[in-house]
């Protein structure tokens, strides 16, 4: 059973079409091959080459990157991998390939990831060893080693390769989405994570208040992007700093708009950023909303949960506005569902167009708003449920974007070896429609992947429930001819 865990992974690359996979490395052009790679080599050997049997001409290979970097190719014989890309592997194969047989068509990719284990330490709720593969990022051990929102650092995870350290700051990919500080891990990584350090408290009128670790040099701009910027409400030459004196006593100051970019943060700083108090002139909106407008220069983070802004309100003020100062729908809204509170008359109105307006900035279709107005855009499960013939069933698996029902499978421990089958997997609708899915396809957020039980495994449930009926039957008949003969000897 432990080598079947081992191997589940590489099970469940292996059932995705090799397509599906490269299609999900194209863009990674410095991927380099890995011992424990699997790759699926084609030769079409055209109408001359085909199969009596079975009339095909292609054949096709599974083929291991050893940890002496070889592979054994037929026709060729051993290639040996040195410091290259998997782009220039798969065209010196194809071209080697070519000159040796003659073929009509080859193709080379990357079948499934090679499987390792990387050790992670330090503040972390599990610590120890964890299997990933070469298609996993720094974020994705994280995740499975499980961090301490209140003591465990973002801004300074180290990542010992080679015995070299390494230093990364996920905050700026969490918020900036900069991938070079996620990098990709590779056999015999290490990663440590240590306690928060120094730290700042943001609140008041910004998008996301709360406590922020801060590095030597943070300057306040750099934290007020981290909280989201101010709110649409914030008043920004009203901002207070508290800061601890050498007497270890807070003193409070006022900080000039100005120097918002250049001050300084130090550990154990308080700032608030001052709102209006004004509530009766305002307009609220609700959800998958960005928080603040969208722009060409800075990258926006999607909110992972819905979010709640106060809008001051003037005569002529529309919809539309209120969309651009929020930077429209997010990818997780549900546009079809939003409506209106009317502050005037606490109605309900739907939109339904809200998406077609945004888009198209029809003005036949936007709306003007009064004060008091409450609007909602509501936003999806950002979750996948994964159910049926699977490991561990989990209703309640973290969406992530680009991941396909097999990398959600794998999350979900795999297809039960014994139960499961593998050709039938689906998407199960709220009323509980069914729509057939292959282990590559893309996956929704708030989707639910149902596996259900293999041919054999009805069988037996079958045959077990035949069995019972069939002991229960033989167990009546008996009864019955007992009390027969009780009946006919008393006569």
Do not use: C
Not at 327 to 349: C, D, H, L, N, V
Not at 447 to 476: C, D, H, P, R, Y
Request: proline share 8%.
């Amino acid at each position: 059973m432990a080598l079947f865990g081992f191997l589940m992974p590489i099970f469940l690359f292996a059932q995705s079409t090799p397509s599906d996979l490269s299609r999900k490395i194209i863009y990674m052009s410095n991927y380099k091959p890995i011992p424990g790679d699997v790759y699926a080599l084609n030769l079409d050997f055209g109408p001359a080459g085909s199969s009596p049997t079975t009339g095909s001409s292609i054949t096709s290979y599974s083929i291991v990157l050893q940890p002496d970097m070889t592979l054994e190719l037929p026709y060729i014989g051993t290639v040996h991998v040195g410091n290259e890309t998997f782009a220039d592997l798969r065209k010196r194969v194809i071209e080697s390939m070519k000159k040796a047989v003659p073929l009509q068509f080859v193709s080379f990719l990357l079948q499934a990831p090679a499987v390792f284990d990387v050790f992670v330490y330090g503040t972390v709720s599990n610590p120890g060893q964890i299997q990933m593969t070469s298609l996993n990022r720094l974020t994705d051990v994280l995740a499975s080693a499980g961090l301490n929102a209140a003591a465990s650092s973002t801004r300074r995870v180290e990542l010992i390769r080679d015995k070299k350290t390494l230093t990364f700051d996920l905050t700026k990919y969490y918020v900036f989405g900069q991938e070079d500080e996620d990098p990709f891990l590779l056999p015999g990584d290490q990663v440590f994570v240590p306690r928060i350090k120094d730290s700042v408290v943001v609140s008041g009128a910004v998008a996301k208040p709360g406590t922020y670790e801060i590095l030597p040099g943070d300057t306040l701009g750099t934290v007020l992007k981290f909280a989201g910027g101010m709110l649409p409400t914030a008043l920004p030459d009203q901002i207070a700093l508290q800061r601890v004196n050498s007497q270890n006593r807070y003193t409070e100051e006022s900080v000039a708009t100005d120097r918002v970019d250049t001050l300084t943060l130090q550990n154990g700083d308080q700032i608030n950023i001052a709102g209006s108090s004004t509530t009766a002139d305002r307009i609220t909106i609700e959800g998958a909303v960005y928080g603040s407008p969208a722009t060409s220069t800075a990258p926006q983070s999607v909110p992972g949960s819905p979010v709640r802004f106060d809008i001051p309100y003037h005569p002529g003020i529309t919809l539309l506005d209120v969309l651009d100062l929020m930077g429209g729908p997010t990818p997780f809204a549900e546009p079809e569902k939003s409506y209106i509170i009317r502050g005037s008359t606490g109605q309900r109105m739907p939109v339904p167009d809200l998406e077609t307006l945004w888009k198209q900035r029809t003005p036949a279709r936007n709306l003007i708003l009064d004060q008091g107005d409450y609007i909602v855009i509501p936003m999806k499960r950002l979750s996948v449920a994964v159910v049926g013939e699977v490991t561990t069933p989990n209703p309640d698996i973290p969406y992530v974007s680009g991941y396909t029902v097999g990398d959600y499978l794998q999350a979900a421990g795999g297809i039960n070896p014994q139960t499961g089958d593998s050709n039938a997997i689906y998407f199960a609708s709220t009323l509980g429609k069914l729509t057939k899915v292959g282990l590559g396809t893309d996956v929704p957020p708030g989707a639910t992947i149902v596996v259900e039980k293999n041919t054999f495994s009805n069988m037996n449930q079958f045959f077990s429930n035949l069995f019972l009926i069939t002991g229960w039957i033989t167990s009546l008949i008996g009864v019955t001819i007992t009390v027969i003969n009780f009946v006919n000897t008393y006569k």
